[in-house]
T-cell receptor, first 114, second 107 residues
Framework: DAGVIQSPRHEVTEMGQEVTLRCKPI?????LFWYRQTMMRGLELLIY????????DSGMPEDRFSAKMPNASFSTLKIQPSEPRDSAVYFC????????????FGDGTRLSIL | KNEVEQSPQNLTAQEGEFITINCSYS?????LHWLQQHPGGGIVSLFM???GKKKHGRLIATINIQEKHSSLHITASHPRDSAVYIC?????????FGKGTKLSVKP
């Protein structure tokens, strides 16, 4: 079975550029999560979707961040314009059913903003 | 104060030792998760529990809902157990994470 697939694995870009991270959840999973991991703050929820609908976006840092899930098999996290403090590892995870199911994580995208 | 606190932050053990990592939380939850993050960065779900105890191989996870506390135990530790272990709680659909415990098991 294919797991959660994230792309790119690594991204290095200059500040001010638009960055788009992509995620393909496990087929049949109806919840999708975007997390950010930094040394200072650890793992934090950015946003999560249930049946393609955003449920909780309270973790999205500011208007520069946006996330979409146009269909059940694809989601994007966009940062525009990017800033050096956005440098982090961004994880996507998916889950089936309700909250009492384990989440399956992608390998993450390591983002560096110069 | 963080909603999920783990201890210790760092742990070094000799191969074969019994290891305990603790997690305390301050919010109401529907489930608690233990995750493992290897040096390469990938995150794997080890356990999800809402009561009692679960065992998988050399790993055991327990939870006390009344005390809002969980422990992860590793028996007969091995260098390949070296990783960051993260406790996370699920109050609704999302996860709130602890800062993690970095475990190093020396041969």
């Amino acid at each position: 079975d294919a797991g959660v697939i994230q792309s790119p694995r690594h991204e290095v870009t200059e500040m001010g550029q638009e960055v788009t991270l992509r995620c393909k959840p496990i087929s049949g999973h109806n919840s999708l999560f975007w997390y950010r991991q930094t040394m200072m703050r650890g793992l934090e929820l950015l946003i999560y979707f249930n049946n393609n609908v955003p449920i909780d976006d309270s973790g999205m840092p500011e208007d520069r961040f946006s996330a979409k899930m146009p269909n059940a098999s694809f989601s994007t996290l966009k940062i525009q314009p990017s800033e050096p403090r956005d440098s982090a590892v961004y994880f996507c995870a998916s889950r089936t059913g309700t909250g009492n199911q384990p989440q399956h994580f992608g390998d993450g995208t390591r983002l560096s903003i110069l | 104060k963080n909603e999920v606190e783990q201890s210790p932050q760092n742990l070094t053990a000799q191969e074969g030792e019994f290891i305990t990592i603790n997690c305390s939380y301050s919010v109401g939850i529907s489930a608690l998760h233990w995750l493992q993050q290897h040096p390469g960065g990938g995150i794997v779900s080890l356990f999800m529990l809402s009561s009692g105890k679960k065992k998988h191989g050399r790993l055991i996870a327990t939870i006390n809902i009344q005390e809002k506390h969980s422990s992860l135990h590793i028996t007969a530790s091995h260098p390949r157990d070296s990783a960051v272990y993260i406790c996370a709680v699920s109050p609704r659909g999302n996860l709130i994470f602890g800062k993690g415990t970095k475990l190093s098991v020396k041969p």
